[in-house]
């Protein structure tokens, strides 16, 4: 594979720092671990309200989405600091990772969640500028928040397959 083996050539630098430098596993694997525990938690919190909305009443429902809407932010730091740690963690050992069907597997259920993300927030965009199309839609939206709190789980597993299989 020429182009991992460029890319391997061009990351060596910090594959070399990164394998001797303890301090420096330690500060990069905690701010992946610590990213995606913020931003999962707040995801799968807000998905846990979308299920609980199901039975409330209108008002409530456009009052608890605009709780949700305000935590699309600080979910994307976390997956942001996941994402940049995760580089780090990868290009560490490009050979490895790069090859590897659970760093793959992870990577698919990174995209899928970040896609599905970013349809949830459209939806609740939406339900608040037009809560008449709320009643016709409820029904994907809690079924894209299981779809996200089973996705996060996903990767948190991919996570611990790379730790612990590789």
Do not use: C
Not at 105 to 130: C, S, T, Y
Not at 139 to 155: D, E, Y
């Amino acid at each position: 594979m020429p182009v991992l083996e460029a890319l391997e050539a061009f990351v060596k630098p910090w594959a070399v720092f990164y394998s001797d430098s303890k301090p420096a596993e330690a500060v990069v694997l905690f701010a992946h671990v610590a990213g995606t525990l913020w931003g999962g938690g707040l995801a799968i919190a807000a998905d846990r309200n979308v299920w609980k909305l199901r039975t409330a009443a209108k008002d409530e429902r456009l009052r608890l989405l605009g709780e949700i809407d305000r935590l699309h932010a600080p979910v994307l730091i976390g997956l942001s600091l996941a994402a940049i740690s995760g580089v780090l963690l990868t290009t560490a050992d490009l050979k490895t990772f790069g090859t590897s069907p659970y760093w793959w597997g992870k990577m698919i259920a990174f995209a899928l969640l970040l896609a599905n993300g970013a349809w949830l927030q459209r939806q609740e965009r939406q339900f608040r500028v037009e809560p008449a199309v709320m009643e016709g839609k409820w029904h994907a939206l809690r079924i894209a928040s299981a779809f996200s709190f089973t996705l996060w789980f996903t990767v948190a597993l991919g996570g611990v397959f790379l730790m612990t299989l590789i």
